[in-house]
């Protein structure tokens, strides 16, 4: 099998650790085990309820501790629909596999995080792109998607809300997203890692499992929650799909860790708490980051929705690689090229860093645009 590069990841280890301001973070400021264990009342007691645990594999789908509180992020699943993977980018791998043969049709958005489109293509897939446009605020032009649809469309993948974009779709326009493809009977494989960070209302959108019977939903306790180092995600999908899902599992999985299940079930737990600290950081960092965009001559963008990143259009004739290097070397902040994600000519920054963190580092970024806009 034959898969191009990650880009994002190439990118993020090459340079992740030169950084002194890290704005192509894509987590919400990321909790401490101390932060956590404050959140949920249990720093007096934690030892009590670890020192007894015997670190064996666990519960193979997911302890049912675990998955019933995740269930309670959704309408209308049961702990049968619900099965623990290693991060969102493991679930969203066997997702692919599992669904995926060769000869499959399946659309994919573009941009997006790649998993979604070079998998299905290393496995044998004909793949067709549906560009998400500025000019249509980065949501799917519904016509062109319905002109893509095949008789042999196997799945259509999306994440919502989206990164790189921060475009959401939510309200009639989800809902006549999923009436077209269900007129092919396709899946639709919804990447939702960044549910619950909507700008207003509660700051969730509805699940694509919730929706659409032939949903397939995949999220982590990576981004909203803040607690990427636990590495866990899960699918929430139709028992027929987690059986098939399972078989794959077996041979790459077994079973989460017995102190990441722990750490997870904890935070669902107090899942209001943790919510609101990362709604607070989002909406507030967000007003930073426009204000500021509202002051440069040469960035602009279409304002998220939701999410923790943004795509910002540079005025500069110069490749975006470079563009990121050049301020990485002369600032020490760090953004992801659009190029990596098959955006040339856009940025990628992330925002849900500490309000102290991307401040100071958009004013570095504002000197590094003076200098630019000078020679």
Same mark, same amino acid.
């Given at each position: 099998?034959?898969?191009?590069?990650? =880009?994002? +990841?190439?990118?993020?280890?090459?340079?992740?650790?030169?950084?002194?301001?890290?704005?192509?973070?894509?987590?919400?400021?990321?909790?401490?085990? +101390?932060?956590? %264990?404050?959140?949920?009342?249990?720093?007096?007691?934690?030892?009590?309820?670890?020192?007894?645990?015997?670190?064996?594999?666990?519960?193979?789908?997911?302890? /049912?501790?675990?998955?019933?509180?995740?269930?309670?992020?959704?309408? !209308?699943?049961?702990?049968?629909?619900?099965?623990?993977?290693?991060?969102?980018?493991?679930?969203?791998?066997?997702?692919?596999?599992?669904?995926?043969?060769?000869?499959?049709?399946?659309?994919?958005?573009?941009?997006?995080?790649?998993?979604?489109?070079?998998?299905? +293509?290393?496995?044998?897939?004909?793949?067709?792109?549906?560009?998400?446009?500025?000019?249509?605020?980065?949501?799917?032009?519904?016509?062109?998607?319905?002109?893509?649809? &095949?008789?042999n469309t196997k799945l259509v993948v999306l994440n919502n809300p989206n990164?790189?974009?921060?475009?959401?779709?939510?309200?009639?326009?989800? +809902?006549?997203?999923?009436?077209?493809?269900?007129? /092919?009977?396709?899946?639709?494989?919804?990447?939702?890692?960044?549910?619950?960070? !909507?700008?207003?209302?509660?700051?969730?959108?509805?699940?694509?499992?919730?929706?659409?019977?032939?949903?397939?939903?995949?999220?982590?306790?990576?981004?909203?929650?803040?607690?990427?180092?636990?590495?866990l995600g899960w699918i929430a999908a139709p028992r027929e799909v987690l059986?098939?899902?399972?078989?794959? &599992?077996?041979?790459?999985?077994?079973?989460?860790?017995?102190?990441?299940?722990?750490?997870?079930?904890?935070?669902?737990?107090?899942?209001?708490?943790?919510?609101?600290?990362?709604?607070?950081?989002?909406?507030?960092?967000?007003?930073?980051?426009?204000?500021?965009?509202?002051?440069?001559? /040469?960035?602009?963008?279409?304002?998220?929705?939701?999410?923790?990143?943004?795509?910002?259009?540079?005025?500069?004739?110069?490749?975006?690689?470079?563009?990121?290097?050049? %301020?990485?070397?002369?600032?020490?902040?760090?953004?992801?090229?659009? /190029?990596?994600?098959?955006?040339?000519?856009?940025?990628?920054? =992330?925002?849900?860093?500490?309000?102290?963190?991307?401040?100071?580092?958009?004013?570095?970024?504002?000197?590094?645009?003076?200098?630019?806009?000078?020679?």
């Open positions: 099998m034959k898969i191009k590069p990650f =880009g994002v +990841e190439i990118w993020m280890n090459e340079f992740e650790t030169q950084c002194k301001y890290n704005l192509a973070e894509t987590c919400v400021a990321s909790l401490t085990v +101390e932060q956590l %264990l404050n959140i949920s009342g249990k720093g007096n007691t934690i030892l009590d309820e670890l020192l007894p645990m015997k670190l064996t594999y666990g519960e193979i789908d997911g302890s /049912s501790r675990l998955r019933d509180n995740i269930c309670g992020l959704y309408e !209308n699943q049961k702990r049968d629909n619900i099965v623990i993977t290693h991060g969102a980018i493991g679930a969203n791998a066997l997702v692919h596999e599992t669904m995926i043969s060769p000869g499959d049709h399946v659309i994919s958005i573009c941009p997006t995080y790649q998993q979604h489109y070079s998998i299905p +293509e290393s496995f044998g897939a004909k793949l067709d792109i549906l560009w998400l446009r500025p000019e249509n605020d980065f949501l799917p032009d519904l016509e062109e998607l319905e002109s893509m649809l &095949r008789p990164n790189p974009t921060g475009a959401l779709l939510m309200g009639p326009n989800l +809902e006549e997203f999923v009436a077209v493809v269900r007129t /092919s009977g396709a899946y639709i494989l919804c990447d939702e890692v960044y549910r619950g960070t !909507n700008q207003v209302g509660n700051g969730f959108a509805p699940a694509m499992a919730d929706i659409y019977e032939k949903g397939i939903s995949v999220s982590s306790m990576s981004k909203v929650f803040s607690l990427a180092g636990i590495r059986e098939a899902v399972s078989i794959r &599992r077996d041979y790459n999985t077994i079973s989460v860790g017995m102190i990441d299940d722990y750490f997870a079930s904890l935070a669902l737990e107090n899942k209001e708490k943790i919510i609101g600290r990362s709604q607070k950081i989002t909406r507030g960092n967000l007003k930073i980051l426009d204000d500021w965009i509202s002051k440069e001559q /040469s960035i602009s963008y279409k304002k998220p929705q939701a999410g923790t990143t943004a795509l910002l259009k540079y005025d500069f004739d110069i490749p975006s690689r470079e563009f990121c290097i050049q %301020l990485l070397r002369e600032t020490g902040v760090m953004f992801t090229p659009g /190029s990596v994600m098959e955006m040339e000519g856009w940025l990628r920054i =992330g925002y849900a860093n500490s309000p102290e963190v991307l401040s100071q580092g958009l004013d570095l970024v504002s000197n590094f645009l003076s200098r630019m806009e000078s020679r």
